[in-house]
């Protein structure tokens, strides 16, 4: 395993990559931070990111990277955002402190009891500090799972080992203050040291907020636990009646038609509208009267009510029954005439009752019409006669 040679490469090496670091670090539980995102940060230079994961800071993996979890737990850890509370940490803490109690009391040196009693203070100090973290870590777990677990059993669950974690911290509170006022008060007796004396006290100061924590902790959780029992108990019922009413079994086999009508709660009221009319000079005067109305204007601008046109009344004179004769000249009947003569045509027509007024071109058009028409039964002479400057051929009947 190729690892830094020393603090200091360590540090230069996060420094100089602290951009890329730091936005994998905020994006951990997010997105999966691909490679060539990663290459935009560190100006395309692709042996940065190969240098990284040489010492172990990454992990690449089918062109994913994800910051190695040995880094990441440190910057939880060191920035108090982890979701992981480690106990063992705090027995580990207790442990040690038991042995090198022990080797304390058995070495006459007067170097080495120092060196094991600095270091009995160094693990009280870091006790205070872990058990302070671990319930602030506790109390922040249980809050994001009961508001954003969406299954009630994982829910329930998480919650229930979230509980007995509580409880180990408690007796590891219990066990510390245990050691502390009864287990070895005579290395208290003989070590006489005002700095450990300092760091006790203050231990237990941190103990007893810790405590007072964990039974606010115990509190929330039976509460969030009876909150998820009820839900449960009420979706349980829930589906009950749902199956009772698909299946239209709801009002023989249940009472909820007489536990209904003895309801009497608002909900079951019906919602009457108050409408609000706004005084005209709000309406006026009001900037943010003018602004809504511009608002509703726009929202409404395409609702133009068109009205329609209403033509005037029709007069007296157009309903009354016009009669228009007209009077038809009969080709035919004119033809059956003239055949019953010995008269020329033009002359016949010309002198013709059509029994409305017919002037001399019109007469000139009939004769030229009954002439097309009746052609065969017409005897057409090649002698002509001029009338009113007309030169027109005689004709008679056959």
Do not use: W
């Amino acid at each position: 395993m190729n690892t830094f040679n020393d603090i200091k490469e360590l540090v230069t090496a996060l420094k100089r990559e602290e951009k890329l670091i730091s936005e994998m670090f905020s994006k951990r539980k997010s997105i999966d931070y691909r490679l060539s995102d990663a290459l935009e940060l560190v100006d395309y230079e692709e042996s940065r990111i190969n240098k990284l994961i040489e010492k172990s800071v990454i992990r690449e993996n089918g062109g994913l990277l994800e910051l190695d979890g040995q880094f990441s737990e440190f910057f939880e850890q060191v920035l108090y955002v982890s979701e992981e509370i480690n106990l063992s940490y705090i027995d580990d803490n207790i442990k040690t402190i038991k042995e090198h109690i022990l080797y304390f009391l058995n070495e006459p040196n007067e170097n080495r009891r120092y060196s094991y009693l600095r270091l009995i203070k160094k693990t009280f100090r870091n006790m205070g500090l872990v058990t302070l973290r671990s319930v602030v870590d506790l109390r922040r777990n249980i809050e994001n799972t009961f508001k954003n677990e969406s299954n009630y059993k994982n829910k329930q669950l998480k919650l229930e080992h979230l509980d007995e974690k509580r409880t180990i911290v408690t007796n590891l509170i219990q066990q510390t203050l245990t050691l502390i006022n009864e287990e070895e008060i005579t290395f208290f007796n003989r070590a006489l040291d005002e700095e450990l004396n300092r760091i006790i006290i203050e231990l237990k100061h941190q103990l007893g907020e810790c405590s007072h924590n964990l039974i606010e902790i115990e509190k929330q959780i039976i509460d969030f636990l009876n909150q998820i029992k009820q839900q449960g108990k009420f979706l349980e019922k829930l589906r009950k009646l749902k199956y009772l009413k698909d299946n239209f079994t709801i009002e023989a086999e249940t009472d909820i038609k007489q536990i209904v009508s003895n309801k009497n709660q608002v909900i079951f009221e019906a919602r009457t509208s108050q409408p609000l009319n706004l005084s005209i000079d709000f309406l006026r005067e009001s900037e943010k009267a003018f602004e809504a109305i511009k608002r509703i204007a726009k929202q409404h601008k395409d609702r133009l009510l068109f009205k329609p046109e209403i033509a005037d009344s029709i007069s007296n004179e157009y309903l009354e029954n016009n009669i228009e004769e007209e009077v038809m000249i009969n080709l035919e009947e004119v033809r059956n005439r003239f055949i019953a003569t010995s008269d020329n045509l033009f002359n016949f027509i010309l002198n013709y009752d059509f029994l409305k007024d017919v002037n001399f071109n019109e007469r000139v058009t009939i004769f030229c019409q009954i002439i097309s028409q009746y052609e065969q039964e017409l005897k057409i002479k090649d002698n002509f006669q001029i009338t009113n400057g007309i030169e027109y051929a005689m004709v008679f009947s056959k």
